[in-house]
Nanobody, 115 residues
Framework: VQLVESGGGLVQSGGSLKLSCAASGSALNSYHMTWYRQAPGKGRELVAAITSDGGSTNYADSVKGRFTISRDYAKNMVYLQMNSLKPEDTAVYYC?????????WGQGTQVTVSS
């Protein structure tokens, strides 16, 4: 599955952004999906996950209560709503299938939070 992320940008601390993930040439609806991020000089971190039926979600402790992962079956999209953003949320954000064998790292979308 080829995935394309969008929606990043520059936002002030406390602001919000909504990231989108679209699939190129494939349906996302049957996959468990995740969002990862990679901050400058750090490894990739799993931020959020959602099951294929949308019935279960999980979040990293660092974003719990601020980020929400969701999916739109009609649009074949996965989203990450990010609220109360902090400078430490600055990173490149990637969406992936939960099973990493089924997708590859795309270009990601840059999120920069200024203090």
């Amino acid at each position: 599955v080829q995935l394309v992320e969008s929606g990043g940008g520059l936002v002030q601390s406390g602001g919000s952004l909504k990231l989108s993930c679209a699939a190129s040439g494939s349906a996302l609806n049957s996959y468990h999906m995740t969002w990862y991020r990679q901050a400058p000089g750090k490894g990739r971190e799993l931020v959020a996950a959602i099951t294929s039926d949308g019935g279960s979600t999980n979040y990293a402790d660092s974003v719990k209560g601020r980020f929400t992962i969701s999916r739109d079956y009609a649009k074949n999209m996965v989203y990450l709503q990010m609220n109360s953003l902090k400078p430490e949320d600055t990173a490149v954000y990637y969406c992936r299938t939960l099973d990493l064998r089924l997708s590859s790292w795309g270009q990601g979308t840059q999120v920069t939070v200024s203090s």
